[in-house]
């Protein structure tokens, strides 16, 4: 069964930092691109961060650029996202996606999703 399994979620203060991973359980990352995609309550969920193949490509929404970055290290199969600066609007699900197509930030180009990991930002 093929699975993305998030982590590194949980409660932190505003300014404060958490890396997320994903990472792929019985199959290989190398062919995908992954998304770091997140859903805040009451909000439809939002592209955060994508990173192609090769690990050379790299975008990030405006509301995380310069505080987010996204990372792969294929030979761990595991795709991270560091965040620094956490605001609490940062608040939300967060969830990592594989691509066969490539990076995009349309979420239904996406073939495997992850069960999500909260992040809370909060005093």
């Known amino acids: 069964q093929l699975r993305l399994v998030e982590s590194g979620g949980g409660l932190v203060q505003p300014g404060g930092s958490l890396r997320l991973s994903c990472e792929a359980s019985g199959w290989s990352l190398d062919d995908y691109a992954i998304g770091w995609f997140r859903r805040a309550p009451g909000k439809e969920r939002e592209g955060v961060s994508l990173?192609?193949?090769?690990?050379?490509?790299?975008d990030y929404a405006r509301s995380v650029k310069g505080r987010f970055t996204i990372s792969r290290d294929n030979a761990k199969n595991t795709v991270y996202l560091q965040m620094n600066s956490l605001k609490p609007e940062d608040t939300a699900v967060y969830y990592c996606?594989?691509?066969?197509?490539?990076?995009?930030?349309?979420?239904?180009?996406?073939?495997?999703w992850g069960q999500g990991t909260p992040v809370t930002v909060s005093s």
């Open positions: 996606a594989a691509s066969k197509f490539g990076s995009s930030w349309y979420d239904n180009l996406y073939d495997y």
């Open positions: 990173i192609n193949k090769k690990g050379d490509t790299l």
